[in-house]
Structure formats: C-alpha cells, structure tokens
C-alpha cells in the first residue's frame, strides 16, 4: 500500500518507473486507468457545448413566450368579460323597455281601452261626426325672377365664347 501512495501522489511522468516497482504484471490497466481518471479530473472544467447553449437558449425562450401568452389570455379574458357583462346590462334595459311597449300594445289593442283613452282626451263617442270641410284661400306669393350676379370678368369670357360660337 505504501507505494500506491507514492504512486497517486507523484507526477504523470513518473507513473512508468514506479509501475515496475509496484506490481509488474497488472501496472499497466491499473495505471493507464488511474492516469486517465487523473488526467480527466485535473482537465475537467464545467463548460457546456453551443447546441447545449442553444438548446437552453431555447427552452427559455419558448418558456418565456408561453408564460407571456398565459399572461395575455388572462388579461384578455378579463377584458372580455367585463365587455360580455355591459352588453348584457345594455341588452337587458332594451328587453324591459320592449317588455313595456308590449304591455301598452296589448293594452291598447281592446275596444274597451281604445273608448276609454278617446274619452280621457275629451271625445265622444256619442257626438255626430260632420262631414263639413273646411277651405282656406292661401294667398300666391309672386316670385320674382332673379337675374344672376355677374362680374366683368364673366361677361368677358362670356364675350370671348359667343365670338367663337359658344
């Protein structure tokens, strides 16, 4: 065990003059392996290759869209409701105002509330009806013909026009 130590803890070179020392027959795998592990820890850094780079690159980006998406459906969602919800109000007060016309409709539609609405304005059904017209003498305006207003520079071009045949 003591020269494993010496082996471990020496330098790479150094591995082909104490391999012989320390076991012939097996200092080859056993070495080559321990220089390998060694050689691998001592170069070993934590780097990540550019498709890994890209690879994360764009698993946050698709993240951050989705998110961005989720963020956006929530807000719109919100806004639509609250649009579905004052149209609903608005629809609602145009039911009950066309609720209402009907009513009077209705109302109105019997003999008996047709009487009674020509009584409240103060006819009668027992008064004659005359067959007396009525004509009013509307006196006629006489109008006047207007001459259009002219400027010297109209009658000019007017002028100019009659001399070739306009």
């Known amino acids: 065990m003591e020269h494993m130590k010496n082996v471990i803890g020496t330098n790479i ?3 082909s003059t104490t391999t012989e020392v320390y076991n012939p027959t097996h200092s080859s795998t056993f070495y080559n392996t ?3 592990v060694a050689h691998k820890s001592t170069n070993k850094v934590s780097r990540t290759n550019t498709l890994g780079k890209v690879r994360i690159a764009c ?3 698709i993240v951050s869209l989705l998110l961005f998406l989720f963020i956006y459906n929530f807000v719109a969602m919100a806004n639509l409701n609250a649009n579905i919800a004052g149209m609903e109000k608005t629809i609602a007060t145009e039911q009950a105002y066309i609720d209402n016309l009907k009513t009077q409709i209705n109302s109105l539609s019997s003999e008996s509330a047709i009487l009674d609405r020509v009584n409240s304005a103060g006819y ?3 008064n004659p009806v005359s067959d007396d017209i ?3 003498n509307v006196p006629k305006v006489a109008v006047n013909e207007s001459k259009p207003q002219t400027n010297w520079f109209n009658d000019l071009c007017e002028y100019i026009s009659s001399l070739f045949g306009g």
């Open 13 to 15: 070179n150094t591995y």
């Open 34 to 36: 321990r220089q390998n």
């Open 59 to 61: 698993f946050f980006a």
């Open 124 to 126: 009668s059904a027992d």
């Open 134 to 136: 009525l004509i009013v």
